[in-house]
T-cell receptor
């Protein structure tokens, strides 16, 4: 079983819809990252959070440490939001300090 | 633009060859991370350097090695290349060690024929 699980794997929605992408993890973490990858391949860091909620424009990220769960929400979705959204965790307690990634959610927003 | 640069953007080579990928971190960042993204494995952490020293190792093969130079740029060396090494290789940088946001470079797409 992967340490980081995302759902759904694929999501197609209409412009304007409210989007939710979920991430569950099974290890202790020091932080959780939400990343965006466009078809060209580049990766952009959207959020890094260790508790509570963060908001940037139309994007909102929340995390529940006790339940080991995070969500990424997109309000008033737009075709330019079409991308792969990747959840990644930084494990706590020493060892490797790189990120452990989920498999990503492929989001398509249709006009 | 994240401020992290990677060269080359694309690299095509043959099996058995050796290549070097280069990464320059954002100004002021001391940590460099290398990641591999392949179709079957997804994104995987390879190795991290902090201020010139190896800090952590992930799923890096013995045929791969890396280093970080005094000017903080980093190189990832891939040798005895196999078809399965074809992937996107990203580097990322952060200000400090584990608990800082990471900024990703544009990646190097390696194709092994």
């Amino acid at each position: 079983k992967n340490e980081v699980e995302q759902s759904p794997q694929n999501l197609t929605a209409q412009e304007g819809e409210f989007i939710t992408i979920n991430c569950s993890y099974s290890v202790g973490i020091s932080a959780l990252h939400w990343l965006q990858q466009h078809p060209g391949g580049g990766i952009v860091s959207l959020f890094m959070l260790s508790s509570g909620k963060k908001k940037h424009g139309r994007l909102i990220a929340t995390i529940n440490i006790q339940e080991k769960h995070s969500s990424l929400h997109i309000t008033a979705s737009h075709p330019r939001d079409s991308a792969v959204y990747i959840c990644a965790v930084m494990r706590s307690g020493g060892g490797a300090d790189g990120l452990t990634f989920g498999k990503g959610t492929h989001l398509i927003i249709q006009p | 633009d994240s401020g992290v640069t990677q060269t080359p953007k694309h690299l095509i080579t043959a099996t058995g060859q050796r290549v070097t990928l280069r990464c320059s971190p954002r100004s002021g960042d001391l940590s460099v991370y290398w990641y591999q993204q392949s179709l079957d494995q997804g994104l995987q952490f390879l190795i991290q350097y902090y201020n010139g020293e190896e800090r952590a190792k992930g799923n890096i093969l013995e045929r791969f090695s890396a280093q970080q130079f005094p000017d903080l740029h980093s190189e990832l060396n891939l040798s005895s290349l196999e078809l399965g090494d074809s992937a996107l290789y990203f580097c990322a940088s952060s200000v400090g060690n584990s608990y800082n946001e990471q900024f990703f470079g544009p990646g190097t797409r390696l194709t092994v024929l």
